[in-house]
């Protein structure tokens, strides 16, 4: 299970060792449950890609740029306890598992261990724009 640990989100982990080592060989694992997800887009990424792309060293002012900003917002998630599902281009997907928790209240239990606003600021600060 270690060496998936890079890999695959820690709720899928938390569900592979909860299964019988049997049923983990031969079955996939998947629970219904209560989660909040966030899928956060850099604002104005196609813009920067576009302006950059006339000058000689663009694509390494992309590649830290985009760094920085999915550094800031991973960064939030892992101190929030979300968990990165997927990225995509210049978006990344979040997931935060309610457990142990039912209803309304645990969908907004999951969005506030998200918030905080540190996120926004997190956004703010490593915005393709704001970076450029």
């Given at each position: ?32 449950g209560?989660?909040?997800?966030i ?9 920067l ?5 006339d ?12 760094n ?7 960064g ?34 999951a969005?506030?261990?998200?918030e ?10 490593a915005s393709p724009?704001?970076?450029?």
């Amino acid at each position: 299970m270690e060496a998936w640990s890079s890999f695959v989100p820690r709720a899928l982990l938390r569900q592979l060792q909860r299964m019988p080592e049997a049923d983990a060989e031969t079955q996939l694992p998947g629970d219904t449950g209560e989660a909040a997800v966030i899928f956060s887009d850099a604002s104005g990424f196609t813009a920067l890609t576009e302006k950059l792309a006339d000058r000689p060293d663009g694509a390494e002012v992309l590649a830290a740029t985009l760094n920085r900003y999915f550094e800031a917002i991973i960064g939030v998630a892992a101190r929030r306890g979300g968990d990165v599902i997927s990225f995509s281009g210049d978006a990344v997907t979040i997931l935060w598992q309610c457990e142990g928790e039912t209803g309304e209240d645990s969908g907004e239990s999951a969005a506030e261990r998200g918030e905080n606003g540190e996120g926004a600021a997190a956004e703010r600060d490593a915005s393709p724009a704001m970076l450029a």
